[in-house]
């Protein structure tokens, strides 16, 4: 069986025994179910595209075509987190930031104004800058940390209200992967 899910929190890993807070990117790991090593599951995880390429390709097949435009201009990916409409975020005003770090990576949540509707984006961000609050799941004295979902916390009420009526969008399904898998691992997160 060959698989290429989109979603490293994809729910069967789990079931499958696939610990992807223990893997290494590029390290082939093959998984035994039973004693005779008949029943196996091998993955390796590969580079996502976050490492400073851009998630639609220019060109494929070391040439340009024409017919496999929908997949260079990134028409053919489904939208399975909501994507801003084209246009609106460079007429929308930006009101403030807040950041998420999971995994390794960060990404920027902007509370953003068009006309009279406030709405959040989301996209990758190179690192928190000083002094601005950021979501976590590690436990640390920061005075800007907010581990977890912490419900008490009014800069987490402001982003859960958005959550809530649906008025949050995402940069690419990527960055809507990594935020939806933070917000399910800081909901399970004893603190």
């Given at each position: 069986?060959?698989?290429?899910?989109?979603?490293?929190?994809?729910?069967?890993?789990?079931?499958?025994?696939?610990?992807?807070?223990?893997?290494?990117?590029?390290?082939?790991?093959?998984?035994?179910?039973?004693?005779?090593?008949?029943?196996?599951?091998?993955?390796?995880?590969?580079?996502?595209?976050?490492?400073?390429?851009?998630?639609?390709?220019?060109?494929?097949?070391?040439?340009?075509?024409?017919k496999v435009k929908s997949i260079t201009d990134g028409t053919w990916e489904f939208d399975e987190v909501q994507h801003?409409?084209?246009?609106?975020?460079?007429?929308?005003?930006?009101?403030?930031?807040?950041?998420?770090?999971?995994?390794?990576?960060?990404?920027?949540?902007?509370?953003?104004?068009?006309?009279?509707?406030?709405?959040?984006?989301?996209?990758?961000?190179?690192?928190?800058?000083?002094?601005?609050?950021?979501?976590?799941?590690?436990?640390?004295?920061?005075?800007?940390?907010?581990?977890?979902?912490?419900?008490?916390?009014?800069?987490?009420?402001?982003?859960?209200?958005?959550?809530?009526?649906?008025?949050?969008?995402?940069?690419?399904?990527t960055t809507g992967d990594y935020i939806l898998g933070y917000r399910a691992a800081a909901n399970n997160l004893k603190?």
């Open positions: 069986m060959l698989a290429n899910p989109i979603s490293k929190f994809c729910l069967y890993f789990d079931e499958l025994g696939i610990d992807f807070n223990a893997a290494k990117q590029g390290h082939l790991y093959v998984i035994k179910y039973d004693d005779e090593g008949k029943s196996k599951c091998a993955f390796e995880w590969i580079a996502d595209n976050l490492e400073g390429s851009s998630s639609v390709a220019d060109e494929y097949f070391a040439f340009k075509n024409d801003l409409p084209a246009g609106y975020y460079m007429i929308s005003e930006e009101k403030k930031k807040f950041y998420f770090c999971f995994t390794g990576k960060v990404f920027c949540c902007e509370l953003r104004r068009y006309e009279k509707t406030y709405f959040l984006f989301f996209r990758p961000a190179k690192e928190v800058p000083k002094k601005s609050y950021y979501f976590t799941l590690e436990r640390n004295f920061d005075p800007y940390a907010i581990v977890g979902c912490n419900k008490a916390h009014p800069v987490y009420q402001l982003i859960d209200k958005f959550w809530r009526t649906g008025q949050v969008y995402y940069s690419d399904n603190i």
